[in-house]
Each structure stands twice: as C-alpha cells, then as structure tokens.
C-alpha cells in the first residue's frame, strides 16, 4: 500500500511538521520504532484549537481537534523517515490527551479522530492499541494532545 496515494485519494494535506517548543525532541528513532512526542491541536490556519470538551467544545469539535493532531503526527513521522512515508511498516499504540470537564466520558469518541485519520493513511498499517485519557487541563490551552509509536520497516 502507498501512504503517498492515500494521502492524495482523500485530499490530506499535510501540515509542516512543527519543531519543539520546550527541552525535547518532535521524533527519536530506538531501534526499529519510532517515537513521535504529542503533537497538539493546532488548525489549518496555524491556529491552536483551544478549549475544553464539554464545555467550550462538544465531542465533534474534539474529533475535528483530534483529528488534526493525528495530521502533526504523519507530518512528523514523515520528516522522521527523511519524506519516505514508505519506511513506516506500523503505527502500534496512540495515547490521546483530551482536555474536558470533570463529568465528560466520551474521551474515546473524541480520540477517534487521531485513529481515523491514521487508518485512512495507512490503512491496515495503521490499526493501532491506544489509550484515550482525559485531564483538566493540556499545554497553551489545547483541547487535544496525541503522541504516536510506529514500528519502522
């Protein structure tokens, strides 16, 4: 399967990959897996999707905000592997950060949009574990935040 061909079947556009803001590293490679630190929502515009989930946002703002970490991500593996999408054999686990009031339960709904847009990539490759965890609150304010782990070719 070409991740490259998906990209342009469903019209992905894939952001530039982002370099970090803090005292860490957007990818480190250990041995054939490949780590990819969380990658927030920001939106096409280059705006941050600021806000909590079940107040500020309802469960599809979260899936949209998801939906664009996951796009981070691929941008990100893809800088990773030198702009060779073909190098990345698996993504194996997502844990998703979704920032939400005290009585909000539809964490997995919301996380659903990282695992989405990863399956549309990378098609069978792309069925990963995950965790889907709510806090009160993420950095700058985001609604959602998502690192990945992928097993490399």
Do not use: W
């Not at 054999?89 to 920032?99: D, E």
């Amino acid at each position: 399967m070409n991740f490259e061909d998906n990209l342009k079947k469903n019209d992905i556009i894939l952001p530039e990959a982002a370099s970090p803001v803090g005292s860490y590293v957007a990818t480190k490679i250990s041995n054939n897996l490949l780590f990819i630190s969380g990658q927030i929502s920001i939106d096409e515009n280059g705006n941050l999707i600021k806000g909590k989930i079940g107040k500020d946002l309802n469960t599809d703002d979260g899936y949209k905000a998801a939906k664009r970490c996951a796009l981070n991500i691929v941008s990100q593996a893809k800088k990773a592997c030198g702009g060779d999408l073909s190098k990345i054999k698996s993504c194996v686990k997502l844990t998703g950060f979704v920032n939400s009031t005290d009585n909000f339960n539809d964490q997995p709904k919301v996380i659903n949009g990282a695992s989405d847009l990863i399956a549309v990539v990378f098609g069978d490759a792309g069925m990963h574990t995950r965790a889907a965890v709510s806090t009160n609150s993420l950095p700058l304010g985001v609604a959602v935040e998502v690192d990945a782990i992928f097993e490399l070719n």
